[in-house]
C-alpha cells in the first residue's frame, strides 16, 4: 500500500514539475527567438503579408502571424497585454517606446539592413511644387541640417517627454499647403496628448516653410488612410512614407494609387527592430 501511495505522490509531482516547466515564457531576446511568434505593427498601406514574407526571408524564421493594429501605441498595448509577442517599428521608435516603458526591449536585426528611406507624397499634377520641394532637401541635406535634426531627435534624445510643443510661423500672403501627418512615428512624425505636432516635423516643416514660401497646415490622417486622403484631395502633401527595396514598396504603393509621387529622401534610418517585453 505504501509502495502505491509513494508511485503516486512521485507521478503527481512529475506533473506538476513537468506543467511548470512547460507554462514558462521563454524570453525573445533575439530574431531567431521570433519563430512561431505573433508580430505586430502600425497598419500601412502595403498588405501584412508582404511584411510578414519579407521578415521570415530575411531573418530564416517562421511567423505564426503578422498583424496590423491602427497605431503604435494599440500595437505596443496589444504587446503589454500578451496578444501579441513583437511589435516591429523604425529603429527610433523602438527606442522611444523602449524609454518610456521600463518592461520593454528594443533588440536589433543580426544582419545589415536595406537602408530605409522617407519621403513625402504628392500627387503627380504638382509637379512643379515637387521640384521646389526636392531642391529644398537637398539644400538641408548638403548643409547638414537634416542630419543635425536627426541626430537630436533620435541619438541625443534621452527624455522623450522634453520635446516641446511649437506651431510653424504663418508667412503673410503666401499659399497654404494642407500636410497629412499620422502622428503616430515618435519622435520623428509625433503628436503629443495636447493633439499639436511637436519635435522633428515641426521643425523640418518650418523650415521648408521659410525656403519654399508656403505655409504648412497640419492635418492628422491614420497610416492606413493617407493615401486615400492624398488622391482625394484632403491633403495636399504627405509628411512621412517609408521606401524599402526589400518590401519593393514604392511599386506596390504605385500599383493601387499610380499618379503618387515620393520626394528625395529627407530622412534615412538602416533598419527597424522588434519591441518585445523583458
Given at each position: 500500500?505504501?509502495k502505491?501511495?509513494?508511485?503516486a505522490i512521485?507521478?503527481?509531482?512529475?506533473?506538476?514539475?513537468?506543467?511548470g516547466?512547460?507554462?514558462?515564457?521563454?524570453k525573445?531576446?533575439?530574431?531567431?527567438?521570433?519563430?512561431?511568434?505573433?508580430?505586430?505593427?502600425?497598419?500601412?498601406?502595403i498588405?501584412a503579408?508582404?511584411?510578414?514574407?519579407?521578415?521570415?526571408?530575411?531573418?530564416?524564421?517562421a511567423?505564426?502571424?503578422?498583424?496590423?493594429?491602427?497605431?503604435?501605441?494599440?500595437?505596443v498595448?496589444?504587446?503589454?497585454s500578451?496578444?501579441?509577442?513583437?511589435?516591429?517599428?523604425?529603429?527610433f521608435s523602438a527606442?522611444?517606446?523602449?524609454?518610456?516603458?521600463?518592461?520593454?526591449?528594443a533588440?536589433?536585426?543580426?544582419?545589415?539592413?536595406?537602408?530605409?528611406t522617407?519621403h513625402?507624397?504628392?500627387l503627380?499634377?504638382?509637379?512643379?511644387?515637387?521640384?521646389?520641394?526636392?531642391?529644398?532637401?537637398?539644400?538641408?541635406?548638403?548643409?547638414?541640417?537634416l542630419?543635425?535634426?536627426?541626430?537630436?531627435?533620435?541619438?541625443?534624445?534621452?527624455?522623450?517627454s522634453?520635446?516641446?510643443?511649437a506651431?510653424?510661423?504663418?508667412?503673410d500672403?503666401?499659399?497654404t499647403?494642407?500636410?497629412?501627418?499620422s502622428?503616430d512615428?515618435?519622435?520623428i512624425?509625433?503628436?503629443a496628448?495636447?493633439?499639436k505636432?511637436?519635435?522633428?516635423?515641426?521643425?523640418?516643416?518650418?523650415?521648408?516653410?521659410?525656403?519654399?514660401n508656403v505655409?504648412?497646415?497640419i492635418?492628422?490622417?491614420?497610416?492606413?488612410?493617407?493615401?486615400?486622403?492624398?488622391?482625394?484631395?484632403?491633403?495636399?502633401?504627405?509628411?512621412?512614407?517609408?521606401?524599402?527595396?526589400?518590401?519593393?514598396?514604392?511599386?506596390?504603393?504605385?500599383?493601387?494609387?499610380p499618379?503618387?509621387?515620393?520626394?528625395?529622401?529627407?530622412?534615412?534610418?538602416?533598419?527597424?527592430?522588434m519591441?518585445?517585453?523583458?
Amino acid at each position: 500500500m505504501k509502495k502505491k501511495i509513494c508511485m503516486a505522490i512521485s507521478l503527481l509531482l512529475a506533473v506538476v514539475i513537468f506543467s511548470g516547466c512547460s507554462s514558462q515564457v521563454i524570453k525573445i531576446t533575439a530574431y531567431s527567438d521570433l519563430n512561431e511568434k505573433i508580430v505586430a505593427q502600425p497598419a500601412s498601406p502595403i498588405p501584412a503579408q508582404n511584411f510578414k514574407a519579407a521578415v521570415e526571408e530575411r531573418y530564416t524564421i517562421a511567423l505564426k502571424d503578422f498583424k496590423f493594429f491602427d497605431t503604435s501605441s494599440s500595437a505596443v498595448a496589444a504587446l503589454k497585454s500578451g496578444q501579441v509577442d513583437a511589435v516591429m517599428l523604425p529603429d527610433f521608435s523602438a527606442e522611444f517606446f523602449e524609454k518610456q516603458n521600463s518592461d520593454l526591449l528594443a533588440i536589433f536585426p543580426p544582419i545589415t539592413e536595406t537602408k530605409n528611406t522617407v519621403h513625402f507624397s504628392y500627387l503627380g499634377d504638382k509637379a512643379e511644387f515637387g521640384a521646389a520641394l526636392d531642391a529644398a532637401i537637398d539644400e538641408l541635406t548638403a548643409d547638414g541640417t537634416l542630419d543635425a535634426l536627426k541626430k537630436k531627435y533620435t541619438t541625443d534624445l534621452k527624455d522623450p517627454s522634453s520635446i516641446a510643443g511649437a506651431e510653424i510661423p504663418k508667412i503673410d500672403g503666401a499659399a497654404t499647403i494642407i500636410v497629412g501627418v499620422s502622428g503616430d512615428i515618435p519622435p520623428i512624425d509625433y503628436i503629443a496628448a495636447n493633439g499639436k505636432s511637436v519635435g522633428y516635423s515641426i521643425e523640418v516643416l518650418t523650415l521648408l516653410s521659410k525656403k519654399l514660401n508656403v505655409n504648412f497646415e497640419i492635418k492628422q490622417i491614420s497610416n492606413e488612410a493617407k493615401f486615400t486622403a492624398l488622391v482625394s484631395g484632403k491633403v495636399d502633401l504627405i509628411f512621412f512614407q517609408v521606401l524599402n527595396k526589400n518590401l519593393d514598396s514604392e511599386n506596390t504603393i504605385k500599383s493601387v494609387f499610380p499618379n503618387v509621387v515620393f520626394s528625395k529622401p529627407y530622412l534615412i534610418f538602416d533598419r527597424a527592430a522588434m519591441l518585445v517585453k523583458k
